[in-house]
């Protein structure tokens, strides 16, 4: 499975946009590129996936390079809420089954 | 319900005691999958079930490790003779198709061996 490097933690003041990077140099023609977070004491919970083109939806968007070596989560106003472990996932397409590294872990400050 | 039910939330056990977690996924949701979370770490992949097929199971640790999913929904992991490793969250997921589509994941059971 490919696989993804992101940084460790990353802090952000409530309110402010947020960019959470993700590398994944050898990603395949049919990967996906999936974001999960993981609130405290929950389990993961979706957030985004894109295959080529960024992608919008109510939670964030997800700017992807030309190359696909890269991707970024954009938060666009962040609040308390949104503080968690966000991963980055490469999925190929008829797998069944989603790898995850150890996340960002991302501090809002009030 | 809506969502992924797990249960239970919380199960302390005794080293070499017998424990069963149950996953009750999305209602026709085909795919389902096992994982275990140890503490700061992310997920792991334990299993798949493809309706009542176990078509992974490469991610058990050891043979003390066993799912089922007799009737393509329910599906429960059991873990034989309990070892303080063991100690983790539990969590299942459910999908409705192929990757490409949302998973949706249980709030999980969090296992403590003493």
């Known amino acids: 499975d490919a696989k993804t490097t992101q940084p460790n933690s990353m802090e952000s003041n409530e309110e402010e946009p947020v960019h959470l990077p993700c590398n994944h140099s050898?990603?395949?023609?049919?990967?996906?590129i999936h974001w999960y977070r993981q609130l405290p004491s929950q389990g993961p919970e979706y957030v985004i996936h894109?295959?080529?083109s960024n992608v919008n939806n109510r939670m964030a968007s997800l700017a992807i390079a030309e190359d696909r070596k890269s991707s970024t989560l954009i938060l666009h106003r962040a609040t308390l809420r949104d503080a968690a472990v966000y991963y980055c996932i490469l999925g190929r397409w008829g797998a069944q089954k989603l790898v995850f590294g150890q996340g960002t872990r991302l501090t809002i400050n009030p | 319900g809506a969502g992924v039910s797990q249960s239970p939330r919380y199960k302390v056990a005794k080293r070499g005691q017998d424990v069963a977690l149950r996953c009750d996924p999305i209602s026709g949701h085909v795919s389902l999958f096992w994982y275990q979370q140890a503490l700061g770490q992310g997920p792991e992949f334990l299993t798949y079930?493809?309706?009542?097929?176990?078509?992974?199971k490469s991610g058990l640790p050891s043979d003390r490790f066993f799912a089922e999913r007799p009737e393509g929904s329910v599906s429960t992991l059991k873990i034989q003779r309990t070892q303080q490793e063991d100690s983790a969250v539990y969590l299942c997921?459910?999908?409705?198709?192929?990757?490409?589509?949302?998973?949706?994941f249980g709030e999980g059971s969090w296992l403590t061996v003493v």
């Open positions: 079930f493809q309706n009542e097929a176990q078509l992974d």
């Open positions: 894109g295959l080529t």
């Open positions: 997921a459910s999908i409705s198709e192929g990757l490409g589509n949302t998973i949706y």
């Open positions: 050898t990603i395949s023609g049919t990967d996906y």
